[in-house]
C-alpha cells in the first residue's frame, strides 16, 4: 500500500546529542513537509522541500536540519542546538504542483530528551 | 494565509450530526478552505475542502456561506471513532507561485463523542 512511513515512533535521548529521524513516501509525491507538534498546541512547519536537492525552511527551522537526497526520502535531523527538541514529529508529502493538493502524513515520531 | 477562528471544544452524542463551525472573516476569493482531523498521537488525516461551493464526499460535508467568511464542517452521524481534533485551514491553492501545500494548523476544535 502507499503511504508514509516515518520512524522511529519513540525515541530517547540525552542532551547533546543529534538524533535522526526517518521518513519514507512511496506516493511519487513531489513535496515533504516536516511539523512539530507540542502538547495541546497546532502544527509548527519546520522545512519543506519542493523537489530533490532544494529545502526550505518553514516557521521554525533552528536547531534542525533536513536534506533531501531522493524523492522518497525527506530525513530531519534534531540538533544539539535546538532548545526544546521533546515533541512529536510529523512528516508529509503532497503534489507541489497540483492546485489543489492534500497533504498525507505519517504516523509521527515521539522525540523526548531526557 | 487567512487566519480561521474555531471553538476550542465541541460534544456530540453518538449517531447524531456533528456541526464544526469555522469562521475565516478575511478569506481571500482564490483561498480554499480545508478540514483536517488528527486522532490522538496519529498524523493529521484530510476530510475534505472547497473553494465557494458546498462539497460532499464519504466522510463529511462542507457547508460554505455564500460570503464566503465562515463554514461548518458536517459529520451526519457521528461515531465514537470521529472523537478528534478537527483542524479548519484556509490557504492560496497550490503550485510553484502559490506557496505550494504548505498549511498552517491552528489548534482546532477537539470533536468529543459519547454515548
Known amino acids: 500500500d502507499g503511504g508514509i512511513t516515518q520512524s522511529p515512533k519513540y525515541l530517547f535521548r540525552k542532551e547533546g546529542q543529534n538524533v535522526t529521524l526517518s521518513c519514507e513516501q512511496n506516493l511519487n509525491h513531489d513535496a515533504m513537509y516536516w511539523y512539530r507538534q507540542d502538547p495541546g498546541q497546532g502544527l509548527r512547519l519546520i522545512y519543506y522541500?519542493?523537489?530533490?536537492?532544494?529545502?526550505q525552511k518553514g516557521d521554525i527551522a533552528e536547531g534542525y536540519s533536513v536534506s533531501r537526497e531522493k524523492k522518497e526520502s525527506f530525513p530531519l535531523t534534531v540538533t544539539s542546538a535546538q532548545k526544546n527538541p521533546t515533541a512529536f514529529y510529523l512528516c508529509?508529502?503532497?503534489?507541489?504542483?497540483?492546485?489543489?493538493?492534500?497533504?498525507?502524513f505519517g504516523e509521527g515520531s515521539r522525540l523526548t530528551v531526557l | 494565509d487567512a487566519k480561521t477562528t474555531q471553538p476550542p471544544s465541541m460534544d456530540c452524542a453518538e449517531g447524531r450530526a456533528a456541526n464544526l463551525p469555522c469562521n475565516h472573516s478575511t478569506i481571500s476569493g482564490n483561498e480554499y478552505v480545508y478540514w483536517y482531523r488528527q486522532i490522538h498521537s496519529q498524523g493529521p488525516q484530510y476530510i475534505i475542502h472547497g473553494l465557494k461551493n458546498n462539497e460532499t464526499n464519504e466522510m463529511a460535508s462542507l457547508i460554505i456561506t455564500e460570503d464566503r467568511k465562515s463554514s461548518t464542517l458536517i459529520l451526519p452521524h457521528a461515531t465514537l471513532r470521529d472523537t478528534a481534533v478537527y483542524y479548519c485551514i484556509v490557504r492560496v491553492a497550490g503550485g510553484l507561485t502559490g506557496g505550494g501545500n504548505k498549511l498552517t494548523f491552528g489548534t482546532g476544535t477537539q470533536l468529543k463523542v459519547e454515548l
Open positions: 522541500s519542493q523537489i530533490v536537492n532544494d529545502f
Open positions: 508529509a508529502s503532497s503534489m507541489w504542483t497540483a492546485l489543489q493538493g492534500e497533504l498525507f
